[in-house]
């Protein structure tokens, strides 16, 4: 089993930054990609950023040129930084990672953006 451990999330206003993290750990063998999930009220989840074992990102239109995803592989821990957020990033974000072909999920943060 791998646990999933996220922190960051919060309430802050329209134009400030944010940085989730998400910390693994249990049987994990070799972690090849880590993401960020959200989804927003009455809306279905989406991928907000990815990024595989190499190193290779991949984000959503809607978040790329503002947040910036980053992973520390000696400690299983990835990272998102949100910059310039806006009211409709607004969302529970979930931090997930595929091991051995199985995807794991977070418990998922609040992040709220609001004035």
């Known amino acids: 089993q791998v646990q999933l451990v996220e922190s960051g999330g919060g309430l802050v206003q329209p134009g400030r930054s944010l940085r989730l993290s998400c910390a693994a750990s249990g049987s994990i063998y070799s972690i090849n990609t880590m993401g960020w999930y959200r989804q927003a009220p009455g809306k279905q989840r989406e991928l907000a950023a990815q990024i595989t074992i190499g190193g290779s990102t991949k984000y959503a239109q809607s978040v790329k040129g503002r947040f910036t995803i980053s992973r520390d592989n000696a400690k299983n821990t990835v990272y998102l930084q949100m910059n310039s957020l806006k009211p409709e990033d607004t969302a529970v974000y979930y931090c997930?990672?595929?091991?051995?072909?199985?995807?794991?999920w977070g418990q998922g943060t609040q992040v709220t953006v609001s004035s």
């Open positions: 997930s990672v595929i091991v051995l072909a199985t995807t794991y």
